[in-house]
Nanobody, 122 residues
Framework: QVQLVESGGGLVQAGGSLRLSCAAS????????MGWFRQVPGKEREFVGV???????SYADSLKGRFTISRDNAKNTVYLQMNSLKPEDTAVYYC????????????????WGQGTQVTVSS
């Protein structure tokens, strides 16, 4: 069992930055691929990015260059740095743990956090 808790969301003006954190507890965090997803009401959960257990990252094409994922296995934490934020980035952001190497597909993930709201004002 892995418990995930996101933090760092909030209200920010367009062009600003936020760093989300996802703290994990339970099973060995370093063995999991960790993904970030986001969701707005009425839409499907959208892939943001993923970091493998070894630190390899992959991002949604539309977010490359603005979003960066990193992990600190010693702290059992994964981060999502979001820069140059746009109003369309407004969503609930979720982190998730995959016992394999991480995936762009939500169904691959076993454990999910409760989400943190990010609101970008224009």
């Amino acid at each position: 069992q892995v418990q995930l808790v996101e933090s760092g969301g909030g209200l920010v003006q367009a062009g600003g930055s936020l760093r989300l954190s996802c703290a994990a507890s339970g099973r060995t965090f370093s063995n999991y691929g960790m993904g970030w997803f986001r969701q707005v009401p009425g839409k499907e959960r959208e892939f943001v990015g993923v970091i493998s257990w070894s630190g390899t990252t992959s991002y949604a094409d539309s977010l490359k260059g603005r979003f960066t994922i990193s992990r600190d296995n010693a702290k059992n934490t994964v981060y999502l740095q979001m820069n140059s934020l746009k109003p369309e980035d407004t969503a609930v952001y979720y982190c998730a743990a995959d016992p394999r190497d991480g995936s762009r597909v939500p169904a691959a993930y076993i454990y999910w956090g409760q989400g943190t709201q990010v609101t970008v004002s224009s």
